[in-house]
């Protein structure tokens, strides 16, 4: 297990690796095999929800139930693929056979999005989407066993080609790890909604998902033969035998013999794993008090990861409430995430560099148990900018009737103005194609509405809980027409727009993105789904058509009204009123970069010392099994939001934020005062000094036999704790 050289001064580091500027060559192909690996998990997840939705055409719920069901997997994994890495095959023949199992189920997501395949009438449509869905079921549980597996024995087996004294370079390769991470993810996340965008396909052309998922099954393939490449270079810690059976056998023993010698006449012992000393080996009962030490101390992080797990869900949603346009650059909600990784690319080379040397030149002992402390309130107050935002979004939105209300807005589709009596208001004048500004609220049920003059009495039935718009004919004697209208803000900041026909004659209308279809006269079409910015619209009857064009911002509802007196052939654009139902989205999309800045400044401090700090204090035979514990604090955080979201039905959003900030800092106080009396370790020196100390004894066995057990086991075990302690010395 010694270096073979002096890494500082010699050619070689641990294993057979070459030395360059002090880290060893071998740790070049492990990042790159992350890069590669977080490009293909990253690239295939970006696409993953439109795929269910839109290629296996499943609703919303399922779509969303199954990729977290997915997401959750990949963070529980890794328990078992440290487990056969630690105990069977090592690290590095793990990352191999599942390296491969994950590139499989790349390719089988790649092959079941070729809709090709079962299309046998051609007609753009997959014919059997049983096949589909079960290539894509069967892909994604390979990929969920595989990325999750090798996720802790990457990792683990990155930081053990470092040498004991290299602590310094091996904090700088979690660092730079950490880079690749964000470096894959970011390329991905930014190229595979594109590749998605293309058609594709033999018989018909389709959105190309078989592209958008075969790009990252081929860099996963890349990940793979990088990862070989090096093979002669890595040092390769050799398997334990099954350390996870031993460490869950000697843990039942000592909690049974201490059971049995509860009475008093037992002397008590420092430990209560020091009760499986009759039976264990010293050296595996303290590689036990390292590791549960360690896992104690993670029971509060899981809080940390729901909060930060939120910004894929609950922060995109914040998003579509708000405006992306940067001028030259149109941001959509879900590409707000992409700030993350951008700024860990800024903020760690910062940190390192920058931060942590100065807080060090300072005098102050920034210990990594001090980093997570503070990367846990950085991230509570992002929450407490993002319920700031929230604030400030909630004054722009629109009041929406509650159960018992109804409202009403008024539509003139005559050419001449009309007078119309509201119970409760004044009597209003409507202009000719002109709608009221706002919409009136009324108790559900109904009312007299009287129009016109001579004064004409007609009544109207409100829906509970509805948003209408009574649409007032030319001819006040002619039937009324109501609308329903939206309820609620378009979904994923788009705008959903309808049209009125006033003409005698039906009006086809479309656009590039929607086809409002044949609408009759005086009469609507339902509301389409249009994305921000410039949309023309074509206006057609007959052989005749005009256009008409308009910007959109997000999140925004139109009714746009074509005027009795449209005359086709000349220009419609003076013809159409435009009645914005829902104001766009006016809360700028870049207030949410310091909710942002302050997450990922968070992650930093907390995820990245966080891995470093798993494998720093983790005993040499259970590396990759504390990394998994420490991704396995990650899936908790997960079950934890999506438990949250379903118990606490708080109407506020910005209330649920300030709720999970204040949690996140309650748990910040109890892991700080964890920390503080949390002493580190060095797991190799003391696994030297027990090895020392067994072979010291074997040779004393040796020339006194016949000594008695019971008087040995004590006095060993008084000095295996004397070194113990000696090793534990620094604190928080
Ligand atoms: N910062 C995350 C990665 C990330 C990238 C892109 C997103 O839209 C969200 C998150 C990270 O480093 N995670 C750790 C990992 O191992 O993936």
């Not at 727009?497 to 993105?513: L, P, Y």
């Not at 509802?557 to 654009?573: A, K």
């Not at 999309?589 to 930093?604: K, R, S």
């Not at 891995?611 to 899936?635: C, D, H, I, R």
């Amino acid at each position: 297990m010694a270096d073979k050289e002096d890494p500082k001064n010699g050619k070689m580091g641990k294993g057979k690796s070459k030395v360059v500027c002090g880290y060893p060559l071998s740790i070049f192909f492990i990042v790159v095999n992350e890069f590669c690996e977080r490009f293909s998990y990253y690239g295939m997840r970006a696409v993953l929800v439109l795929y269910f939705k839109y290629f296996l055409r499943w609703d919303d719920d399922l779509a969303t139930s199954i990729y977290h069901t997915f997401v959750a997997l990949c963070y529980l994994t890794p328990i078992l693929g440290a487990i056969v890495a630690d105990s069977w095959l090592g690290k590095f023949k793990t990352i191999i056979y599942l390296s491969i199992v994950y590139a499989v189920g790349q390719v089988a997501m790649a092959v079941s999005a070729i809709h090709d395949i079962t299309d046998s009438d051609r007609d753009g449509t997959p014919d059997s989407m049983t096949f589909h869905i079960v290539l894509s079921m069967v892909g994604l549980f390979l990929i969920a066993l595989g990325t999750g597996g090798i996720k802790p024995c990457v990792a683990a087996f990155g930081g053990d080609q470092f040498g004991e004294h290299q602590d310094r370079q091996r904090r700088t390769f979690f660092s730079v790890f950490y880079l690749c991470i964000n470096g894959g993810s970011l390329l991905s996340t930014i190229i595979t909604p594109v590749l998605r965008a293309q058609e594709c396909g033999i018989y018909s052309k389709q959105k190309c998902y078989s592209l958008a998922f075969g790009v990252p099954a081929a860099l996963m393939v890349v990940a793979l033969v990088v990862f070989i490449i090096g093979s002669g270079m890595y040092y390769k810690a050799e398997p334990q035998g099954n350390i996870m059976l031993d460490v869950c056998k000697c843990i039942g023993f000592a909690i049974k013999n201490r059971y049995r010698h509860r009475s008093k006449q037992y002397p008590k012992r420092q430990h209560w794993m020091d009760w499986a000393e009759e039976k264990y080996d010293k050296l595996l009962i303290a590689q036990i008090k390292m590791v549960l030490k360690v896992l104690f101390l993670y029971i509060p992080l899981p809080m940390f990861w729901t909060l930060f797990d939120q910004k894929g869900s609950r922060w995109t949603l914040q998003a579509t409430t708000m405006d992306g346009n940067f001028g030259a650059l149109v941001i959509q909600p879900d590409q707000m995430q992409t700030v993350n990784p951008i700024l860990i690319l800024t903020l760690v080379p910062i940190m390192d560099s920058l931060i942590y040397p100065l807080i060090k030149k300072c005098g102050l002992n920034f210990t990594p148990l001090k980093r997570m402390t503070v990367g846990m309130l950085l991230a509570a107050i992002a929450f407490v900018c993002a319920a700031l935002v929230q604030i400030q979004i909630d004054k722009t939105l629109p009041t929406f009737p509650s159960t018992s209300q109804s409202q009403l807005k008024l539509l003139n589709m005559g050419s001449n103005s009309v007078t119309v009596k509201l119970p409760g208001n004044d009597a209003l004048i409507l202009p000719a194609a002109q709608a009221s500004n706002d919409y009136y609220m009324f108790q559900a049920g109904q009312i007299d509405i009287s129009f016109g003059n001579p004064e004409m009495t007609k009544p109207v039935t409100l829906g509970s809980g509805q948003r209408q718009t009574l649409l007032i004919p030319s001819t006040l004697s002619d039937e009324l027409q109501m609308t329903n209208d939206l309820t609620s803000k378009p979904q994923e900041g788009n705008n959903a727009i309808r049209f009125v026909n006033g003409m005698k004659t039906a009006v086809n209308v479309s656009t590039a993105a929607a086809d409002f279809g044949l609408i009759e006269p005086f009469y609507y079409s339902n509301y389409s789904q249009i994305k921000n910015g410039k949309a023309t619209f074509t206006l057609r009857s007959g052989s005749q058509s005009c256009e008409y064009s308009t910007n959109f911002g997000f999140g925004s509802s139109y009714t746009f009204f074509i005027h009795s007196t449209l005359v086709f052939g000349s220009n419609c654009q003076d013809s159409v009123t435009a009645v914005e139902d829902i104001k766009p989205n006016s809360v700028h999309m870049a207030l949410q970069i310091p909710q942002y800045f302050f997450i990922t400044a968070g992650e930093v401090m907390f995820s990245v010392t966080g891995l470093e700090f798993s494998y720093s204090q983790a005993p040499s035979n259970m590396k990759a099994v504390l990394q998994a514990g420490w991704l396995f604090t990650v899936a908790i955080g997960n079950f934890i939001v999506l438990i949250v979201a379903e118990l606490a039905k708080i109407p506020k959003q910005w209330a649920e934020y300030v709720l999970f900030a204040s949690l996140l800092v309650a748990v910040c106080v109890i892991f700080s005062i964890m920390a503080y009396f949390y002493t580190y370790i060095d797991p190799t020196e003391i696994e030297a000094q027990f090895k020392k100390k067994i072979n010291e004894d074997d040779e004393d066995d040796k020339s006194k036999p016949g000594k008695a057990e019971v008087e040995m086991v004590k006095r060993d075990s008084i000095k295996c704790h004397d070194e113990y302690d000696k090793a534990t010395q620094t604190k928080m």
